[in-house]
Structures are given as C-alpha cells and as structure tokens.
C-alpha cells in the first residue's frame, strides 16, 4: 500500500481527497437515519414515514445524476492547468 501511495505524483492530495469522501458517505448516511425520526415527528400518520424518508433522501442522489456530467467536463477542463 505504502508503495503505491509513494507512485502518486500527488499523495497528499489522493489521501485528503479519500478522507473528505469517507466523511461524506458517513454523513449522508447519518442523515438518512435522522432524517426518518424527525419525518416521523412531523408527520400525522406514521404509515409510510420509510417511504418518505427515502424519497426525500434520494433527492441528493438524484441531483448528484443530473450534475455529475457537467462538474465532470469542468474538471476535465481545469485539471489541464498547473496550481503548483
């Protein structure tokens, strides 16, 4: 392991870039399950709270769908640019 993150031209950036997307997984799903209790609170018939939940949740996936082509371009176009 220690040997391919040495090959890395950047390995501080790859590492960081793990991290951030371990802390966001885990916070999405963290959200999903606060997110049913408080549905269940707010809501006068608790007979679909999962459902709605779940809708509500796959909100972030869905604009995550429709977004993913055009950030995508964008790095595509800025990553030809050196920062360092």
């Known amino acids: 392991m220690k ?3 040495a090959k890395l031209p950047q390995p501080k950036l790859v590492i960081g870039l793990a991290v951030t997307t371990f802390l966001l997984q885990f916070l999405l799903c963290l959200l999903n399950r606060l997110l049913l209790f408080y ?3 707010i809501t006068k018939h ?3 709270v999962a459902m709605i939940a779940g809708l509500v949740f796959s909100c972030s996936g869905f604009a995550s769908m429709l977004t993913a082509s055009h950030i995508g371009k964008l790095g595509d176009r800025l ?3 050196k920062y360092y």
């Open 46 to 48: 608790a007979d679909h």
């Open 39 to 41: 549905i269940a609170q």
């Open 79 to 81: 990553a030809q640019k």
């Open 3 to 5: 040997e391919t993150i």
